[in-house]
């Protein structure tokens, strides 16, 4: 809750309804961590009947209003056990992740709270931006879900992200954000998209100059004025479109890499993906794609119309022996899958039903499209509870 004044009468909260602990918090015990005020932060007391279904009446209230699902921020600082009390007495099935930061040697630990939903794997946002900020080869991005890196978590817990509206600011200089320019934030959000490890979130931002900077005085409905609108950009709009047709095939096929900046892979027969980060190499050659024969919209250069099966742009044909050969120019990429074969009409494959994802979405990429087109997945099971309806 907010600082500073211990009674909130629209609720109505009171001193009763709040810990009395306000020292400040020893990351080395558990009790003070989800028991004490955070930053000042009246801390309010989870463990009551009564605070636990006021906070699942405000829930429930906004599932109503047609919320695909929330956000717990500072959920390390709440028992599991309170969390999933409130989480059991939700109407419906919202998608839920939770932000639990690892801390080296504490005792509340991300690995505490996945049996109530999926949790927040803050490692991935620094793999990611490290590699694309070109500090080194992007090729090890491709151990990312292996035993290679200790302290993860497993792929069907883990909600992924490039950046968020903390670290985006708090620690630029590793993270990769649109200040690094040259198409690197696009780049990495195509790899997310692509790469089949955990729940991918598309955050939409605001250009700023000050860490407490707020976002611009227009309206976002034009992406303009300080808007940078990231969804609606189309290499990671069309993105969306290329997680949800390939998310049955769940895992890499055919990888290839240069051994330096270069990556290529494909998911089961369902789609392909190449992404070349080097600075002034191009890449040009003849993969095996494992893809079916046909030409395929190239989503990151082209709009596929999934009524009609026209794309706008760009497009690569597969041979019989799923081979195709294409090229990609610097700090770009190349993508297609199964439900964007040109000529095709595949009204269920999109994200709007005509061209693209959808752009109307919400700054999630679990949010489903407002055409209504289905129910969107984006990773390889759907999970009761995980996934949004």
Same mark, same amino acid.
């Given at each position: ?7 909130? #009468? ?24 989800? !028991? ?23 829930? !429930? ?17 709440? #028992? ?10 939700? =109407? ?11 801390? =080296? ?44 890196? =200790? ?33 690197? !934030? ?29 976002? &611009? ?33 769940? @895992? ?31 890449l040009s050659r003849t993969f095996a794609t494992g893809m ?24 690569? =044909?597969?041979?019989?022996? %799923? ?23 595949? #009204?269920?494959?999109? %994200? ?21 087109? %289905?129910?969107?997945?984006? @990773?390889?099971?759907?999970? &009761? ?5």
């Amino acid at each position: 809750m907010a600082a500073l004044n211990r009674s909130f #009468p629209e609720v109505p909260y009171g001193t009763n309804d709040l810990h009395s602990c306000t020292t400040q918090i020893n990351y080395s015990d558990a009790w003070s961590i989800q !028991n004490c005020d955070l930053s000042g932060l009246n801390d309010l007391k989870t463990e009551s009947d009564y605070v636990r279904q006021k906070l699942a009446d405000y829930l !429930n209230d906004l599932t109503s209003l047609g919320v695909a699902g929330f956000r717990f921020d500072a959920a390390k600082h709440m #028992p599991p056990a309170d969390i999933s009390n409130i989480v059991g007495r939700l =109407t419906g099935h919202p998608y839920i992740y939770q932000e639990v930061i690892r801390g =080296t040697g504490e005792p509340v630990q991300p690995e505490q709270y996945t049996y109530i939903a999926d949790v927040m794997e803050f490692n991935y946002s620094k793999t990611v931006s490290y590699y694309f900020k070109g500090r080194g080869a992007l090729k090890s991005l491709a151990n990312i879900g292996t035993t290679y890196w =200790t302290g993860w978590l497993a792929s069907a817990d883990a909600q992924v992200f490039v950046e968020n509206h903390d670290n985006q600011r708090q620690d630029t200089g590793n993270i990769i954000t649109y200040k690094d320019g040259a198409n690197l !934030n696009t780049l990495a959000h195509v790899f997310m998209l692509g790469w089949p490890y955990g729940y991918p979130e598309v955050m939409s931002s605001y250009d700023w100059s000050s860490s407490d900077q707020g976002p &611009p005085t227009t309206g976002a409905s034009s992406c303009s004025n300080g808007w940078l609108c990231e969804h609606r950009t189309r290499a990671i709009a069309n993105m969306v479109a290329f997680a949800n047709n390939t998310n049955a095939q769940f @895992r890499v096929t055919n990888y290839w890499d240069n051994g330096n900046n270069q990556m290529a892979w494909g998911r089961g027969g369902l789609g392909f993906i190449a992404i070349n980060r080097e600075d002034s190499a191009g890449l040009s050659r003849t993969f095996a794609t494992g893809m079916a024969a046909g030409t395929y919209c190239d989503i990151i250069h082209a709009d596929f119309n999934y009524k009609t099966g026209a794309c706008s742009g760009t497009s690569v =044909t597969v041979d019989a022996s %799923g081979n195709a050969t294409f090229s990609v120019g610097t700090h770009d990429a190349v993508a297609f899958h199964a439900g964007a074969v040109v000529g095709v009409p595949c #009204p269920n494959c999109g %994200g709007d039903g005509a061209g693209g994802a959808s752009s109307s979405s919400s700054v999630s990429s679990q949010s489903s499209s407002s055409s209504g087109t %289905g129910t969107w997945y984006f @990773r390889g099971t759907s999970t &009761p509870g995980h996934q949004p309806q």
